[in-house]
């Protein structure tokens, strides 16, 4: 399993992948959005958005927090179609992740449900790097460290919250290196 794979290095050739999904529990709820960010030598190359249908009605809860709702996906690409294009998009790439065990877990327990090759990725969870390297925030949650750095994306969607991630990776490796 990918968990176990933690990247100990700070990198320059990586992906920031989120995802937004309907509910907490990998095993019984869905993707509704994959979105990455490919970066070599740490510049932008490469852009992985799209919305994914969902077997059953994404939750309202969950409509009010991300915006995804059901008439955005009724039209969108299943999870069986999506996830290998996604897959081929990370290469052998470290992952970036806010929170990191979260969306591995919703890849993983799909992988395991279409029967596809597990990954190798290593992954760095931004939520580590900015407990050891972000002082005076009350809590590490992407929003808060988002309001911290007075960063203007926007929020729980897949593609922005992957532009605040990356500014907090980016600002941590900074830091690891001025320690070290």
């Known amino acids: 399993m990918i968990k176990s794979k933690r990247e100990k290095e700070l990198v320059n ?13 990998a095993i019984n709820d869905e993707i509704i959005e994959i979105g990455a960010l490919k970066y070599k030598n740490n510049e ?3 852009e992985f958005s799209v919305l994914v249908k969902p077997a059953r009605s994404i ?7 991300t915006g995804i709702n059901n008439e955005m996906v009724k039209d969108a690409k299943n999870i069986q179609e999506v996830l290998p294009k996604f ?29 596809l090759k597990e990954m190798v990725n290593t992954n760095i969870d ?20 988002k309001k911290h750095f007075n960063l203007d994306y926007g929020s729980h969607r897949s593609v922005e919250d992957c532009l ?11 830091q690891a290196l001025v320690k070290n």
């Not at 939750?59 to 927090?65: A, S, Y």
């Not at 052998?92 to 065990?101: D, G, K």
């Not at 605040?164 to 900074?174: A, S």
């Open 13 to 25: 050739d990586y992906v920031v992948f989120d995802l937004e999904t309907t509910g907490f529990d």
């Open 44 to 46: 932008l190359v490469e």
């Open 59 to 65: 939750p309202r809860t969950i409509t009010d927090i």
């Open 87 to 115: 897959l081929e998009f990370i290469e052998t790439l470290p992952l970036v992740a806010h929170n990191s065990s979260f969306d591995i877990s919703f890849i993983e327990e799909n992988i395991k449900k279409l029967n």
């Open 126 to 145: 931004t939520v580590w790097l900015a407990r050891k390297y972000i002082l005076g925030v009350d809590n590490c949650k992407l929003e808060t460290l």
């Open 164 to 174: 605040t991630t990356n500014y907090v990776y980016q600002y941590c490796k900074e």
